[in-house]
């Protein structure tokens, strides 16, 4: 370490990994999410021959936890090649959790705290929680402590069938009762996204995401598992047509959802190692790219009549002027499709001063995304969505573009992930590539 | 995934034991692998033939701590029995062993080796050559004869070289170990004195960068822990989908995983890239399926989908890594054929086809990379316990498993030990040969 003690330190994604993300009840039913964080792990010690080695901090976490889920990620890392004393530890913020565990290793990395970190996240739909009744694990409490046989037979005999019925994870706001698509159809009737935008985006994901497979760009980040090689999502012969012949599944009036433009339930873990350049190159990693910064914010969508999902549309502009950029200096966007709509309005968002000035307060727009810098390798409409892993599935994806890009054209290449999360938040980062001298070409 | 081995079980009973002897029905024994046997020759060794290659032999066995014997009447048991016929000039020369050598395979013990050395015939003279061929007849015909898991197998050395060439020692290594338990009545041949002894015989592969394809299960897993044990450095290969077993077999073993299909153009790049700035010392081409039909039946997709990954792809995986100069000198390839590919199998025409192929190719690949001190070869195995056998119907598996000399299936680690043996730089002179690890199935020679 050559900086003074307290200088902030430059932290690079040096690779990632994920498993083919699974369709709920597909090839990882009854798969833990222990199992399947376990095998991200596993794909990305082998690919970077991590065995032994003492990882500063593996974050992770899981957005629907089941209770054997205790100490996820610490179990899941002890399950793998890496030195027992690797520390870890589970984070959430909802889909946008894969994001902040990267934001929280790089701070600590950037702090000096430690040299490396593996930064990822898992989510099973196939195996979620179901949870029994308020009623029944109260009398079942009760139970535990009763002391006499007359109590136990009581407190049985009070049983009903009522109190067996489970409880699934809902999928509804907590304040609103609104699930999160009924919530973005709200959003997306008042930017006045059409079903056709919403179906084209949808039709691009799987064409851009299909073409990925196609070059061998998963090849280098992604394992497969349990006999699954691909995302089960993706649909690589879908089109505009295909899609316009699906019914709307979200929305009362003017719906324009369907399960086509919205992301299914899924099963999936991802993981991306981060380090210093002197932790990289004692082990003979070549940096991806830098991760430079994130930014949050939160929407208020229970007063405010603000979106659910729009939270990054006020997050990215800071960002960017935080770092001194404009859009324009923005290689390659990465917006996660909770749903196009999403993806939508917030490129309208963006380009709206009515909101960007007048509600936001912001000085100016932020502008027009070009969309060949959109989402160029697929998003999470084919790929999938299993909440926790899909910040790392774009990171990695995204390092690997950059640093790509960079060694082609000889210039930095700059790139920017938005992540939007339940409950009003929302998470942005930004990474940026150097090229690198000729001869590692 | 073990398969039921109902006959092998029935003949382990007491009574199906009894029945097996008084029947004359065939009895397999258990064959001793490395990890059973630690010692390279199991003695008393017998060194039969009085030429200088037979004293040469004799002294080698010496050297590796044998207990050795010139003759076999003063020994109550033999544990390994060479029949050194180098010199041979007439048919009727062999009649001068017999007395000596018919006492010693009375004596073999079990999991015991009959090894023969003699030479190939070359065309320069047909008397000698008769002789030369004669010895062909005698060690197929002992395998055949020889119980109790031990096998007869020949080193033929082409006429040029001496017996001390360093691929004889090998090939006299292979066959006198546990690592030969499942190759029986076989003929190799040595048809150069190229190739040089590793610094240590019991890490032959320490240094040596080795591609194994289709390395997530099965024998290519075995494949993968045999060179491992042999201290290659390894690169494994298998499809995205069998990523994870791959993975952590990768981390195990200290290798560096390639998820590619060997099928696709820029698999070679993914090599390439793990290798890492060192050359490739050896490939084992052990990716392969099979899409079974009658040839009556057979799809254009089934016969063109097993044609690309077993021979297409070896071809231009070959071919890709040569122009990309990323081989080593005394590169090592080593094609998987199979016992289908020599006798052919009802309902496997494609499979046939292509393992036929893989022979064929090693042979000439081998003359392409002689100049180098390059060599290919191929391993044939016949019936393997594996995933893809263990699908097979239950009658046809056990029939499959007796029909051998040593009356079992094999185990993928004895087709990983052929394969080592092949990849080693000891093995130089050994070229475009194929080594079946069969147990002497009764199909092809």
């Known amino acids: ?441 | 995934m073990a398969a039921p081995n109902l006959y092998g079980s029935f003949v382990k009973s007491p009574v199906g034991g009894l029945l097996a002897k008084q029947l004359g029905l065939p009895r397999p024994a258990h064959l001793p692998r490395r990890a059973d046997r630690d010692e390279l020759v199991l003695s008393p060794a017998v060194v039969l033939g009085d030429s200088t290659g037979a004293d040469d032999i004799a002294a080698r066995l010496l050297d590796w701590g044998a207990d050795v014997r010139r003759r076999a009447d003063d020994t109550g048991s033999v544990g390994s029995l060479l029949l050194v016929l180098d010199d041979l000039r007439r048919p009727e020369d062999i009649a001068g062993l017999i007395q000596q050598a018919r006492a010693a395979v009375k004596k073999l013990q079990p999991g015991g080796r009959i090894i023969t050395v003699s030479r190939t015939p070359d065309g320069a003279d047909p008397v000698v050559d008769s002789a030369r061929g004669a010895v062909e007849g005698l060690l197929r015909s002992l395998g055949h004869e020889v119980r109790r898991g031990a096998t007869a197998n020949g080193i033929q050395v082409a006429p040029e070289f001496p017996l001390s060439a360093v691929s004889v020692e090998h090939a006299l290594r292979f066959f006198l170990s546990a690592r030969s338990a499942f190759v029986d009545g076989q003929l190799l041949r040595i048809d150069a004195d190229t190739g040089t002894a590793p610094a240590d015989w019991n890490q032959p592969l320490a240094g040596r960068t080795i591609v194994v394809t289709g390395a997530a299960r099965g024998i290519g897993e075995a494949i993968a822990r045999t060179l491992a044990a042999d201290g290659a450095d390894l690169i494994l290969v298998d499809m995205m989908n069998a990523g994870t077993e791959l993975s952590r077999l990768a981390t195990e073993l200290g290798g560096r995983p390639v998820l590619a299909d060997v099928t696709q153009e820029r698999t070679t790049a993914a090599l390439i890239a793990a290798a890492d700035g060192s050359p490739i010392d050896g490939v084992v081409h052990n990716a392969g399926i099979t899409r079974d039909k009658l040839f009556a039946n057979m799809t254009q997709d089934r016969w063109e989908a097993v044609i690309a990954v077993n021979l297409r792809s070896q071809l231009a995986i070959t071919r890709a890594l040569r122009d990309e100069d990323a081989l080593g000198a005394d590169y090592r390839h080593v094609g998987i054929a199979s016992t289908s590919g020599i006798a052919g199998n009802r309902g496997q025409t494609n499979y046939a086809a292509s393992k036929a192929g893989v022979m064929a190719y090693v042979d000439a690949l081998a003359g392409d990379l002689a100049e180098s001190g390059g060599t290919a070869n191929a391993v044939a195995p016949g019936f393997i316990e594996t995933e893809m056998t263990a699908t097979m119907p239950v009658v046809t598996r056990e029939v499959a498993r007796l029909l051998n000399s040593l009356h079992q299936g094999g185990l993928p680690q004895d087709v990983a030990e052929a394969v080592a043996f092949l990849l080693s730089p000891a093995a130089g002179g050994i070229r475009g040969e194929t080594l079946r690890v069969c147990g002497q199935n009764l199909v092809g020679r």
């Open chain 1, 1 to 441: 370490m050559t900086a003074p003690q307290n200088a902030p330190r430059r932290v690079h994604v040096l690779g990632g990994n994920r498993i083919p993300f699974g369709k709920i009840g597909g090839a990882y039913r009854g798969v833990s999410n222990r199992d399947m964080m376990t095998a991200a792990l596993d794909g990305l010690i082998a690919r970077y021959s991590l065995q032994n080695e003492r990882i500063g901090e593996v974050a992770g976490g899981a957005v629907l936890k089941r209770a054997a889920d205790f100490n996820l990620t610490r179990e899941s890392v002890l399950g793998t090649a890496l030195d027992p004393h690797t520390p870890a530890i589970d984070m959430q913020k909802a889909c946008a959790t894969g994001l902040e565990t990267l934001n929280f290793v790089t701070a600590k990395i950037r702090l000096g705290q430690i040299d490396s970190g593996i930064a990822g996240g898992v989510d099973s739909a196939s195996d979620a929680p179901i949870e029994v009744s308020d009623s029944l694990r109260r009398k079942l409490h009760t139970l535990s402590r009763a002391k006499t046989a007359g109590q136990r037979l009581s407190l049985v005999g009070s049983l009903r069938p009522s109190d067996f019925a489970p409880l699934a994870p809902r999928n509804s706001e907590p304040r609103t009762g609104l699930s999160m698509g009924e919530h973005q159809a709200i959003t997306t009737r008042e930017w006045g996204i059409t079903r056709e935008e919403q179906d084209e985006l949808a039709a691009a994901s799987h064409r851009n995401l299909a073409a990925a497979y196609e070059e061998g760009f998963f090849d280098t980040l992604m394992t497969g598992y349990r006999g699954c090689g691909r995302d089960e999502f993706l649909r690589p012969d879908t089109t505009v047509e295909k899609l316009a012949g699906l019914k709307t599944v979200f929305g009362k009036e003017q719906a324009t959802m369907t399960a086509g433009n919205s992301t299914g339930l899924s099963d999936g873990a991802s993981a991306v190692l981060v380090g210093t350049e002197e932790w990289a190159a004692a082990r003979g990693l070549t940096p991806l790219a830098e991760v430079v910064d994130f930014r949050a914010a939160a929407t208020d969508y229970v007063h405010g009549d603000e979106g659910l999902l729009m939270a990054p549309v006020e997050a990215m502009p800071r960002l960017l002027a935080d770092n001194g950029l404009t859009i324009d200096d923005i290689d390659f966007f990465e917006i996660h499709e909770a749903f196009a709509g999403t993806v939508l309005s917030t490129l309208k968002a963006w380009e709206s001063r009515e909101y960007m000035v007048d509600r936001l307060g912001f000085d100016d727009v932020l502008g027009t995304v070009p969309r060949e810098k959109l989402n160029v390798k697929g998003s999470s409409l084919a790929a999938g969505h299993p909440f926790a892993a899909t910040g790392g599935r774009i990171v990695a994806s995204l390092a690997t573009m950059l640093r790509t890009a960079a060694d082609d054209t000889g210039r930095t290449q700059r790139g920017v992930i938005s992540v939007c999360a339940a409950s009003g938040q929302g998470v942005v980062c930004l990474l940026q590539a150097e090229p690198v001298g000729q001869e590692d070409k």
